[in-house]
């Protein structure tokens, strides 16, 4: 062990460098959210600031993952079809150009071009993936008996008594009391040393380091190393660190304490930390193993050296990074060119002097798609595409709770809150809410006690047996309607919810220090209306939110609304409809050119995405004209979400008839497929869109470029439903290559912590991502993980300038995080960006294939 | 220290970072004992990477933030060498200058 010298420089100094160094390491981990308000992220997110094949590389050799789907699934993917001979060939020449162009080799008396060689060598060479570094059993321990104490230190909710000192910070809250943890006896020997830790987390990592001899250019690789021990756990340190609001409620694990713990315990037990580094071996022997199969594979029985030396020359310039790299090239330009060819199709301009009899306006979720499709075949609907928090970031404070919670992208911090209020009595129903989440409290306290269950069996059994009984043996049925009808009808009286209306201004006298001054509503009006591209107005124009009711479902935030931070869109909808419906705030947009006739009523509305079911909310301040036209829509919506219901039963497993119901079935581990199968987010008028069947394919984002000169909601909608929607497509992505690293891991195996996250089975490391059953079924699985496509229609000019100018969005696209596609009008044709700048137009690689193959692989349901 | 028009020196540091940096600038700003900040969100401009847009509509991420703090000279050099360290990965700027307050114990 030798001690670094250091340069002369003060305790103070030394220190805030060290404070430094744990951000920098930090900042290579990906934020995670908890599970109250699930946020979708790209888990590779803290490499983001370089090129996915460089981090994906790097990621590989961090988290002892895979960051693409092995050989043998893509093989298999060619060989149903999903990847032709063609797209692999397109895939191999954009990739190394160089290669295509060199010269035959010699092999026995045949001269074999390298590019067939290669070709042969991605469709049948074994695979040479890295064998995963085994860690020695105390290090896996040690990891273990740290990830118990970060869940010990977050959790009030499922322990029998909370860790104490938790406000002093997680460093000093586990010193005080790790030296009565027996689990360390055998792992650090005496375990009374912690009590000679220095108190302070920055000390005890100074002290740390200078005892391991660590230098100061390696500290940050050695503290990235330490919090990656538990990605997961370090993950929510990012987030409390970076991304929790001030008034979180809770404690919060910092990645400074996070990484004094791990520095405390590798002090105490220093030898743990090895590395079994035989993968190097394995790449040498697996390109060995490629050249002399691919030399049988020839009609070589015995190559010479020479014959030998040339093919291991020509594969070895393809390592298997490489080799996965391209092949999820050809996987991708497959479905780009079978989406592309479709929206290339003449395309029926609207008739732009027709009022239709409603507009509505769905979230771009991929999942918006199939209603709108069906729904707009019912009746003279026009429908759009926005992000479902509908240009209102603000809090939003529901009837009878204390809290306000965001409703709005995490990209952005809203500064309004918005309360709900009650138009009627409201006092039956609060004093109700009030004992029942007392109850609830009480119910949860008790289970999640050491001996109170018992009690709990005891005293609360007769009630609470008969609840589980209906929910085991009538999935779908509410308690309440095993009810009489008497009783039914006391039930609701008693439970009913006042008829209720968001404030969305700021009346002086009101006392609820929430609204929004009509100047502000006035501009997240035209906002709105701007950057929908809204230039007519039907006489109703619903605005629907989407949500999902699930239950026993710890992940269910994650199929809630992705731009309402998780939650779901219903409280937006009816914000921006009272704002829109304001006399006031519709005077100012014709003071600013916009015109919404009188007869036109901005109506709220949330899809409940399990289920199928549209609820249009506050018809009741319609006049009558307009409840007649909203009452005819909600029958069409009732058929609407039928025929998209029975489209999804097509892919979830169990009775098509049932399919509405999965919800409700607390032993149902897929209530549906959320954005499974996302692919690309399509920027542009409905019109190039609405005579295809995307399958839910695509984010369908309204955009009219005539309508934007100034590119100012092509910016808007690049810098944040884009890069949302990347989030969610790299998740879907990251948590299919590796549901066990990236993804949550098996559903059956969950136990919550903390209202935070899960661990899979009785402990360990906190479980990041969705959940295996999110995206798998069986074998099969349910998402194509690419890279998402933009497709724009918009002048090439203004796309590239905006992508430019923005380091954000030029860092994804550049670094084909995202791939963009654009052409400025639908009589012009598709163009790619390239990489490195500048578009190409294109072309698809097998134009039959292309025009006839499905967008999505059917599952195979039994 | 009085030097000005009984006014105490201190120094006053600013710095220019991606809005994702902006936690671990706060961060380094407490640790080293700064008594408050402010922090000007959605700053353009142009510099080694090019331009910078300003304040995006629904992003308050990717745009530019500028912090700035006041501290006794003699907590600056701890901090500078943070702010330093930090930004040596990252782009960013760093400007420090002697500043002059009426109301030394605000900052102390």
Known sequence: MTTTTRPSESADVRRSRLVADVARAGSSVAPYWPLTSFVAVNPLGGLQERPFAEATEVARSWFDGRTHLSL??????????????????????????????????????????????????????????????????????????????????????????????????????????????????????????ISD??????????????????????????????????????????????????????????????????????????????????????????????????????????????????????????????????????????????????????????????????????????????????????????????????????????????????????LVSPRHEIAEVALDDDRGYLSTCSASAGLHDAFSAAKGGIASPFALAESAGWFAGPIAAVRTLAPGKSPTTQLGSTSRSRWRRFTSRPRTAPVVDDVAGRDLHTGLSLEERTLFAEAIVTTIGLASFAPIVVLCGHGSHTTNNPHASSLDCGACGGAPGGASARIATAILNDPDVRSGLAERGIEIPDDTWFVAAEHDTTADVVTVFDTDVLPGEAQALVGALQRDLEVAGERNAADRAKRLPGSAGRVRDRGMDWAQVRPEWGLAGNGAFIIGPRSITAQHDLAGRAFLHSYVADRDPEGVALETIMTAPLVVAQWISAQYYFSTVEPDVFGAGDKMLHNPVGGIGVVVGQSGDLAVGLPMQSVMFGEQRAHDPLRLLAVVQAPLDRVEGIVLRNSGLRQLVEGEWIHVVARPTEHDHWSFRRPGGGWEPWQPADPDHAATAALLTPLEIS | MTTWNNLTAMAKIEVVVDGDDVPAVRDLFLDAGATGYTAVSGVSGFGHHGHHQGKLLFNDRASLSMLITVVPMDRSEALIAGIRRLLDDRHGVLFVSETHVSRPDYFA
């Not at chain 1, 321990?141 to 230190?153: G, H, K």
């Not at chain 1, 538990?230 to 304490?257: E, Y």
Request: net charge negative; hydrophobic share 45%; aromatic share 8%.
């Open chain 1, 72 to 193: 043998d699934d893509y093989r298999a993917e060619h060989a149903r079809g999903a990847i032709t001979d063609a797209d692999l060939d397109a895939a191999l020449g954009r990739f190394a150009p160089t290669l295509v162009a060199e010269s035959p080799i010699e092999i026995g008396q045949a001269r074999v071009d390298v590019v067939d060689l290669l070709r042969w060598d991605l469709l049948h060479g074994p695979s040479g993936e890295v064998i995963r570094r085994a860690r020695q059993p105390i290090a896996d321990a040690l990891d273990e008996i740290v990830a118990a104490w970060c869940a010990t230190y977050v959790d009030d909710a499922h322990v029998p008594w909370a860790m104490p000192d938790r406000d002093q910070g997680f460093y000093r809250a586990w010193r005080a009391v790790a030296g009565g943890d027996r689990r360390l006896d055998s792992l650090v020997g005496d375990r009374r040393r």
């Open chain 1, 197 to 410: 830790l220095p108190e302070d987390p920055v000390e005890m990592l100074d002290l740390a380091f200078e005892i391991r001899g660590v230098d100061d250019n390696d500290r940050v690789a050695a503290l990235r190393t330490m919090v990656l021990r538990t990605p997961g756990w370090a993950s929510f340190a990012r987030w409390c660190d970076d991304w929790a609001p001030a008034d979180h409620p809770g404690v919060r694990l910092k990645m400074l304490d996070l990484a004094a713990v791990r520095a405390a315990i590798d002090h105490l037990a220093p030898e743990h930390v090895s590395f079994d580094r035989s993968a190097e071996r394995d790449l040498v022997a697996a390109l060995r193993a490629r050249t002399t199969t691919a030399a049988g594979a020839f009609a070589l029985t015995k190559p010479s050296p020479h014959e030998l030396a040339a093919i291991e020359a020509a594969l070895g310039q393809l390592s298997e990074g490489d080799r996965v790299a391209i092949w999820l090239s050809a996987h991708e330009w497959s479905f780009r060119d079978r989406l592309l060819t479709r929206l290339d199709a003449p395309v029926t301009p609207p008739d732009s002097a027709a009022r239709p009899d409603a507009q509505l306006v769905f979230c771009i979720d991929v999942r918006s798609e199939g209603f709108r499709r069906h729904l707009e075949s019912l009746g003279d609907y026009e429908t759009l595409g926005f992000a479902g928090f509908f240009g209102v970031p603000v809090r939003w404070r529901p009837l009878g709770s204390a809290v306000a919670r965001a409703r709005c992208p995490v």
